[in-house]
C-alpha cells in the first residue's frame, strides 16, 4: 500500500496505491494489483513467471494478465523516453555544459518512439477507458496485446475514434529501435474526415485536400510503414493498399475544383457534395494509386482514376457528364446560338489534374463536347466547320 517506486527512468517515481502480490520460486501472482505513472493509471491482476532470471540474468520475464485503466498518456511516456535517451547521449559525449546541451541537443529518430523492451514476452487482455496519443483522444479501447522480443502484436483491439470506430491486427516492432515499424490491418467504420486531418500529421502532408472537407469515411487496409520520431509514418516506406468508402462527403474551396468551376463558368462547382463512393487503392512506397470509380458531382456522374506521387505530383483523370443547366450563363447563351443545340441535355468532358497537391491544375479535354455539339449542328450545317467551338470552355 502507497508504495513509491523510482529510478533512472521514471524519476518522478511508479506509485502503487494498493495491491497484493503472492510470491512463489516459480512465479508472482498479481491480485488488483493498481499503478500509476506520471498522470496514467494501471489494474493488473496475473501473473508474472520467469522473474529471478530476469532480474538476476537479465533473462525473459513472462507474464499473462488482464489489463484496465481509466486514462493512458503515452505522450508522457515518449517525451520521458526521449529525455532519457539525450541524458544519455550528454552523459557520454565530450564535456559540456547542462545549458548548452539543453539548447542544441535533439532527439534522434529513436528517441521519440515508444520501445518495446526485447527481454519481456508478456500478454494482456486490456480494456483501457481513454488513450491520449499526440492530439487524439482514443476511447474504450478492448482486445488482446502481446509484448514479446521488441514486438506487440495487437488482435482484434478496437477503440472508438475520430467520432467513428476502429478494429486493428498487426504489429508494432522496434527490433531495431532506431527504425520502429508497423505493419496493420485496420478496419475503419464512420471515421470524421475534418477531425482525422487535424490528429494525424502523414494526413496533412499527403492528402491536404481533406483540411476543407466534411462528412466520414470508411475503409479496410493493409498499412506497413517505418515511424519516425514523432511515430508518424515515413511515407517514402509506405505500402499497402484496401479500399475507402465515404458518405456525405462536402469538398468547400479546393483549388482544384475552383479551376473547374472556372471552366464551366458556374460557381456552383466549387463547392461539391459527393453523397457516396467507393474507392480501390494501392500504397506504393508513398505513391497513391487509385484505380477506376464512379461517383458524382452536384448530381453530374464522373469516373476517377490515376495517381499522386509522395512527393504530391498529381496525375488523376476526371471523366464528367456535366448537365447542362450546370453551364454557366455564358457558355448556355453560345449554345443556344448553334444551330441543333436543342438537344444537347448534356456534355461528355475529360479533365486532367496534375501540379501538385498545394497546387493543382485543372486541364479540360473538349474533344468529346465539341464533338458532340459538332454532331448535332451537322444536319443544320451540312458539315461546315464550326467555328469558335475550340474557344467554348475557355478560362475566365
Excluded: W
Excluded at 152 to 164: F, H, P, R, V
Excluded at 299 to 317: E, H
Amino acid at each position: 500500500k502507497d508504495l513509491l517506486l523510482v529510478n533512472a527512468e521514471f524519476p518522478e517515481g511508479i506509485s502503487i496505491p494498493q495491491g497484493s502480490v503472492t510470491i512463489t520460486p516459480a512465479q508472482l501472482n498479481l491480485k488488483q494489483l493498481q499503478a500509476k505513472v506520471f498522470s496514467s493509471d494501471f489494474t493488473l491482476q496475473g501473473n508474472i513467471s520467469n522473474y529471478l532470471p530476469y532480474v538476476f540474468k537479465n533473462e525473459t520475464l513472462k507474464g499473462n494478465f488482464s489489463l484496465h485503466s481509466n486514462r493512458i498518456n503515452l505522450n508522457e511516456f515518449i517525451i520521458a523516453q526521449a529525455k532519457a535517451a539525450r541524458q544519455t547521449k550528454s552523459d557520454t559525449t565530450a564535456r559540456a555544459s547542462a545549458d548548452s546541451i539543453a539548447l542544441t541537443d535533439k532527439p534522434t529518430a529513436a528517441e521519440g518512439a515508444l520501445e518495446i523492451p526485447k527481454n519481456i514476452d508478456v500478454q494482456f487482455t486490456s480494456n483501457i477507458s481513454t488513450i491520449l496519443f499526440d492530439n487524439l483522444t482514443i476511447r474504450n479501447v478492448k482486445g488482446q496485446i502481446s509484448l514479446d522480443n521488441a514486438v506487440a502484436t495487437l488482435k482484434n483491439l478496437s477503440m472508438d475514434m475520430l467520432e467513428g470506430k476502429m478494429v486493428m491486427n498487426g504489429q508494432y516492432n522496434t527490433a531495431n529501435p532506431k527504425i520502429p515499424t508497423v505493419d496493420f490491418k485496420l478496419n475503419i467504420s464512420d471515421f470524421d474526415i475534418h477531425a482525422a486531418y487535424e490528429a494525424f500529421t502523414f494526413l496533412r502532408k499527403s492528402i491536404p485536400v481533406a483540411m476543407n472537407c466534411s462528412g466520414q469515411v470508411s475503409a479496410a487496409m493493409n498499412f506497413s510503414s517505418t515511424l519516425d520520431k514523432e511515430m508518424s509514418p515515413v511515407m517514402t516506406t509506405a505500402n499497402g493498399g484496401g479500399y475507402l468508402e465515404s458518405k456525405g462527403i462536402l469538398i468547400n474551396d479546393n483549388p482544384a475544383m475552383n479551376q473547374l468551376a472556372s471552366v464551366m463558368k458556374n460557381d456552383e462547382l466549387s463547392r461539391l457534395s459527393i453523397s457516396k463512393l467507393k474507392i480501390d487503392f494501392k500504397l506504393e512506397n508513398g505513391n497513391i494509386i487509385v484505380e477506376p470509380f464512379k461517383t458524382s458531382f452536384a448530381g453530374n456522374p464522373v469516373t476517377i482514376y490515376g495517381n499522386q506521387t509522395v512527393d504530391g505530383q498529381l496525375d488523376y483523370t476526371l471523366s464528367m457528364n456535366i448537365d447542362r443547366k450546370f453551364f454557366g450563363k455564358d457558355i448556355d447563351n453560345l449554345l443556344k446560338s448553334i444551330p441543333g443545340s436543342d438537344n444537347i441535355k448534356n456534355l461528355d468532358i475529360d479533365a486532367k489534374v496534375e501540379g501538385t497537391l498545394s497546387k493543382p491544375v485543372i486541364k479540360p479535354d473538349l474533344s468529346k463536347a465539341i464533338k458532340a455539339v459538332t454532331k448535332a449542328a451537322e444536319k443544320e450545317l451540312k458539315g461546315n466547320l464550326l467555328q469558335g467551338i475550340q474557344n467554348l470552355f475557355k478560362k475566365k
